[in-house]
T-cell receptor, first 114, second 114 residues
Framework: GAGVSQSPSNKVTEKGKDVELRCDPISGHTALYWYRQSLGQGLEFLIYFQGNSAPDKSGLPSDRFSAERTGGSVSTLTIQRTQQEDSAVYLC????????????FGPGTRLTVT | AQSVAQPEDQVNVAEGNPLTVKCTYSVSGNPYLFWYVQYPNRGLQFLLKYITGDNLVKGSYGFEAEFNKSQTSFHLKKPSALVSDSALYFCAVRDAGYGQNFVFGPGTRLSVLP
């Protein structure tokens, strides 16, 4: 079956512009995660959605970052007034539910802020 | 707070030799432990997990990991390395009693030399 998809695969934007990154999780997966991976670094947790529950936003680095998940499926991560330090690969992952735990990752969106 | 350490940035091993990638963790309660692999220009893939039960866990591609509660370790092992195992390996932990906030280690780059 189809895996997690993300779009765009690459995004170059000017400092100060807003960007939207999209994630399509695996069909039927109720849990969705966003992470950030800077060059050669580990994964930094950003936000977690589980079904219709309120999201866990504890990893968002500033109020310029926000995310939503419509209809329990597609998610959009929005970064407002981008800064150069926002440059990274943004990864989305989904898992079947709270119990199964394995996360399936998308290919990521490489964001470059110039 | 949860944390994960991967003490080696880089591990080099000759093809056919056994390999070990080290991971130690810190959680308040019981740990759920995971290994993921990231091949060049590809997304992260789940390898194996420890939730409960046998301390020795077997996963994909011939990898296994041993949970050691007294040493708070979850080292990844393979009896005979392949050149195709060369990749970036991430250990991750989640506190069983805390919620769905996974913490990933910084990653260890494995190079298997022919």
């Amino acid at each position: 079956g189809a895996g997690v998809s993300q779009s765009p695969s690459n995004k170059v934007t000017e400092k100060g512009k807003d960007v939207e990154l999209r994630c399509d999780p695996i069909s039927g997966h109720t849990a969705l995660y966003w992470y950030r991976q800077s060059l050669g670094q580990g994964l930094e947790f950003l936000i977690y959605f589980q079904g219709n529950s309120a999201p866990d936003k504890s990893g968002l680095p500033s109020d310029r970052f926000s995310a939503e998940r419509t209809g329990g499926s597609v998610s959009t991560l929005t970064i407002q007034r981008t800064q150069q330090e926002d440059s990274a690969v943004y990864l989305c992952a989904s898992s079947l539910d709270r119990v199964s735990y394995e996360q399936y990752f998308g290919p990521g969106t490489r964001l470059t802020v110039t | 707070a949860q944390s994960v350490a991967q003490p080696e940035d880089q591990v080099n091993v000759a093809e056919g030799n056994p390999l070990t990638v080290k991971c130690t963790y810190s959680v308040s309660g019981n740990p759920y432990l995971f290994w993921y692999v990231q091949y060049p220009n590809r997304g992260l893939q789940f390898l194996l997990k420890y939730i409960t039960g046998d301390n020795l866990v077997k996963g994909s591609y011939g990898f296994e990991a041993e949970f050691n509660k007294s040493q708070t370790s979850f080292h990844l092992k393979k009896p005979s390395a392949l050149v195709s195992d060369s990749a970036l390996y991430f250990c991750a932990v989640r506190d069983a009693g805390y919620g769905q906030n996974f913490v990933f280690g910084p990653g260890t780059r494995l190079s298997v030399l022919p």
